[in-house]
């Protein structure tokens, strides 16, 4: 009977908000996943590679250890981990027990297990199986967690059962910005409950270094994570933005929202048209702000002739490096696309577009029956480049809505 019972509190997961610190615990294996989505190096440890009976301490970055009192109620003796199969688990065959007693831990015990990390870690969680009955009115909850600053608390019902004395419960923490390279289950949350129980499934992840945008325009590749504002939302992508619109990048991937500051995770990659750009894992936090203004500029400006980090400028563009950023241009309609998915805009520097008309491309979402060559428009979008030939470039601006050419 695994007594799996470090159901945390989740229900009503609880927050622990301190300066900068945000850490939340989860009841439920669904919930604890989808906040973790955007997580890297996921590590599930289920002791099923090993035989019954043998150690369960040590798995690369994981090392477990366990303690809990002797038959006098006070002397601390060690509870050497192992692996057993000698009950119903959540991944057959093996769970996590002791070679104390009888192969599982004990509540009445004070049995505490502690789950050390030689790297840190953002998110931990595990499935406990076995018997609890909860006392008090309201119902105690049996277990607590500590990890991050936060302690979290089991629910007391059980998410299903795996037969009798085999219930079976989650408990899990994911923190979005603080690290931490211990976690401790304490056993001893009601005092009077006394329950056998065994541990499985031990999922633990990581975050990827927090870099700025200005640094992940510098790198060739890698996982990052970042935290910036987002400008604009278009059908593949979005574009985010520092606060003070130094830098901007654009983000190959959905699900955000205009105006929300996010942190995300993702793989720096270059596009076929030499964007320097972030292939979303997951935004992982969001807390509402107000997207950074666009920049008004001429169109020789639009991408910046300079090079930043590895993101290259376009040839005949004048200024820093501008790619990724919100933008506002003004000039008249001089081409527009047979199938619609593009207009140009000359403000009269008639400078090349690369599809015959001069002036800046812009794509997205264009309306083309509103839109007559010779027309006077204001363009916001973020601003792009594009690619034609092996090394021919030039200034896109990206729209993200039929309102974002004007009037």
């Not at 989650?170 to 009601?190: K, P």
């Not at 987002?230 to 990048?249: A, C, I, K, L, Q």
């Not at 140009?344 to 812009?362: C, I, L």
């Not at 839109?371 to 092996?390: C, E, H, K, T």
């Amino acid at each position: 009977m695994k007594g799996i019972i470090l159901t945390l509190i989740t229900a009503l997961a609880l927050w622990l908000a301190l300066p900068g610190f945000t850490a939340t615990a989860y009841t439920s294996r669904a919930e604890f996943d989808a906040a973790s989505a955007g997580y890297i190096q996921k590590t599930i440890t289920n002791f099923d590679s090993q035989a019954p009976g043998t150690p369960a301490r040590d798995y690369g970055n994981l090392h477990i250890a366990a303690d809990g009192l002797a038959s006098d109620g006070a002397t601390s003796i060690d509870l050497p981990p192992i692996a057993t199969d000698a009950f119903s688990t959540t991944s057959p065959a093996n769970a996590l027990g002791n070679s104390a007693g009888d192969s599982q831990f004990l509540a009445g015990n004070g049995d505490t297990i502690t789950f050390s990390f030689s790297s840190p870690i953002y998110a931990f969680g595990v499935y406990l199986v076995g018997n609890p009955s909860p006392t008090g009115a309201p119902a105690i909850p049996f277990w607590r967690m500590s990890a991050a600053q936060t302690d979290a608390l089991s629910a007391t019902d059980s998410l299903y059962s795996l037969g009798p004395g085999n219930d079976v419960y989650f408990l899990g923490i994911v923190s979005t910005d603080q690290s931490f390279s211990q976690v401790t289950l304490y056993s001893d949350n009601d005092p009077d409950a006394a329950f056998s129980f065994n541990v499985d499934d031990v999922i633990y992840a990581a975050l990827p270094d927090k870099v700025s945008l200005g640094q992940a325009k510098s790198l060739a590749s890698g996982e990052v994570r970042v935290t910036a504002v987002v400008t604009r939302v278009h059908s593949d992508r979005f574009n985010v933005e520092t606060p003070d619109r130094t830098y901007g990048m654009a983000v190959i991937g959905t699900g955000a929202t205009r105006g929300k500051a996010v942190t995300l995770t993702g793989a720096i990659l270059q596009t076929p048209d030499d964007e320097r750009a972030i292939s979303l894992h997951g935004i992982i936090a969001e807390s509402d702000s107000t997207a950074p203004g666009p920049f008004g500029m001429s169109s020789r400006a639009v991408g910046g002739g300079a090079t930043f980090g590895l993101q290259i400028g376009v040839p005949g563009s004048v200024g820093p490096n501008n790619i990724g950023l919100d933008s506002v241009i003004c000039g008249r309609v001089t081409g527009i696309a047979d199938d619609g998915t593009w207009v140009t805009v000359d403000d009269g520097a008639a400078r090349p577009s690369g599809m015959g008309p001069t002036g800046v491309k812009v794509v997205g979402a264009i309306d083309p029956s509103r839109r007559r060559v010779g027309d006077f428009v204001v363009v916001r979008g973020s601003i792009s480049l594009y690619r034609m030939g092996l090394s021919d470039h030039y200034p896109l601006i990206r729209v993200a809505q039929a309102g974002d050419i004007a009037p």
